[in-house]
């Protein structure tokens, strides 16, 4: 029993320690999601593979205060996870694109604190 408590505990741990926090403010809203230096946050879109339509990240962030940790698919949503690195503000572009041309675009400021 006790083995199985501490088992779970450890569990419980790395499930948590691998968790990312989601900012779901748009810029478009005016609003910047706030998330402290070292924490790992993810913004997280419907995404249906069956269409032609995929997310994508803009290519060019400088990565001077977040760094990507890389994106993934779950039934119909995508997650771009990102890790606060430096103290600042970043503004993160997804396009939601297919092979003809660009549907929709979201952009999210980051505040890191």
């Not at 569990?11 to 070292?38: D, H, P, R, T």
């Not at 060019?60 to 949503?77: A, L, Q, R, W």
Request: hydrophobic fraction near 35%; charged fraction near 25%; charge should be positive.
């Amino acid at each position: 029993m006790k083995a199985r408590l501490i088992i779970f505990a450890l569990i419980s741990f790395s499930l948590w320690e691998c968790s990312y926090q989601e900012i779901k403010m748009e810029k478009a809203g005016g609003q910047v999601n706030k998330v402290k230096k070292g924490e790992k946050f993810m913004i997280s879109l419907p995404e249906n593979h069956s269409t032609t339509y995929l997310w994508t990240l803009k290519k060019d962030i400088p990565n001077t205060y977040v760094d990507y940790m890389g994106s993934v698919f779950h039934g119909t949503y995508v997650d771009y996870n990102f890790t606060a690195v430096r103290k600042g503000r970043e503004e993160l572009t997804l396009y939601l694109y297919s092979p003809k041309d660009t549907a929709q675009i979201k952009t999210f400021v980051v505040e890191i604190e």
